[in-house]
């Protein structure tokens, strides 16, 4: 189990949150996503390494940005 953080821009309310959560939902070996517009993080949960460049094109995917926090 691997978990990922990542700081995402442009969200501004739930819908915003629903949107990021669904397409990183998608992304292969997920297992839960975690999206805060009042802080605009983004933790995702996954059965195994998760790579960065899926989760952020999902992002990217619901009209957003985001960058990994170590």
């Known amino acids: ?8 821009t442009g969200m501004t309310c739930g819908h ?3 949107s990021v ?20 993080t983004l933790v995702v949960t996954a059965s195994g390494p998760v790579d960065d460049a899926q989760i952020l094109h999902a992002v990217e995917d619901a009209g957003y940005s985001a960058v990994r926090v170590a």
């Not at 959560?21 to 605009?40: F, I, L, M, P």
């Open 1 to 8: 189990m691997s978990t990922s953080k990542y700081a995402v």
């Open 16 to 18: 915003c949150e629903q």
């Open 21 to 40: 959560r669904e397409e990183v939902g998608e992304v292969a070996g997920v297992q839960d996503v975690q999206v805060s517009a009042a802080t605009g």
